[in-house]
């Protein structure tokens, strides 16, 4: 099972700043298999990024994914008020499909 | 557009089976682009994949829970099911049922689609 660690655990930003969120992965991700999720308290999971660096649809550009083998990362280049939320990466590119821990992103 | 709604009991007590349905809409269950998965949610804790299915009735399970996991389909009804057998109260959680994309060379794909999410309480 491939063992996703995202850091840092809460990331503490104000509006406007750049998000830089972490997820390295315990053995390499096949074909930069690797999702990014945005969680808001209450609501299900929203797919951001696929394929480490592909945006879904309707996703501002303001995000934007990078990495492959072990390390990725999640930019999010000016927060914006809606943006504070959980993040999750997620691996699919080996059984079982697995989640990192998630970053809480919070207001400064 | 795709839409998924789960439904099922919110109150299991320990050692029973809970069962879950998700009806999907707006979209067929059959479709070959697809495959379909269910992910609980502890309450203020990450997210676990529990298993998937694809229109063929082909299963995919975790490890951690297969012992426990049944996952099958009804393309009659658009809806495909979980049941998980000799539930404790660490199976308490929010479940969701999402659909995954079907990529190139039958490779399973991440989940564009969820549904709003069920919780289910195991409980005497």
């Known amino acids: 099972e491939i063992v996703l660690t995202q850091s840092p655990g809460t990331l503490s930003l104000s509006p406007g700043e750049r998000a830089t969120l972490s997820c390295r992965a315990s053995q390499s991700v096949s074909s930069s298999y690797l999702a990014w999720y945005q969680q808001k308290p209450g609501q299900a999971p929203r797919l951001l990024i696929y394929g480490a660096s592909s945006r879904a649809t309707d996703i501002p550009d303001r995000f934007s994914g990078s990495g492959s083998g072990t390390d990725f990362t999640l930019t999010i280049s000016r927060l914006e008020p809606e943006d504070f939320a959980v993040y999750y990466c997620q691996q699919y590119g080996s059984s079982p499909i697995t989640f990192g821990q998630g970053t809480r992103l919070e207001i400064k | 557009q795709v839409q998924l709604q789960e439904s099922g009991p919110g109150l299991v007590k320990p050692s029973q089976t809970l069962s879950l349905t998700c009806t999907v809409s707006g979209g067929s269950i059959s479709s070959g682009s697809n495959y379909w998965s269910w992910i609980r949610q502890p309450a203020g804790k990450g997210l676990e994949w529990i298993g998937r299915?694809?229109?063929?009735?082909?299963?995919n399970y975790n490890p951690s829970l297969k012992s426990r996991i049944t996952i099958s389909v009804d393309m009659s009804t658009n809806q495909f099911s979980l049941k998980l057998s000799s539930v404790t109260a660490a199976d308490t959680a929010v479940y969701y049922c999402?659909?995954?994309?079907?990529?190139?060379?039958?490779?399973?794909?991440?989940?564009?689609?969820w549904g709003q999410g069920t919780l289910v309480t195991v409980s005497s």
């Open positions: 999402a659909r995954g994309v079907r990529l190139g060379y039958g490779d399973y794909g991440w989940f564009d689609t």
């Open positions: 299915i694809y229109s063929s009735g082909s299963t």
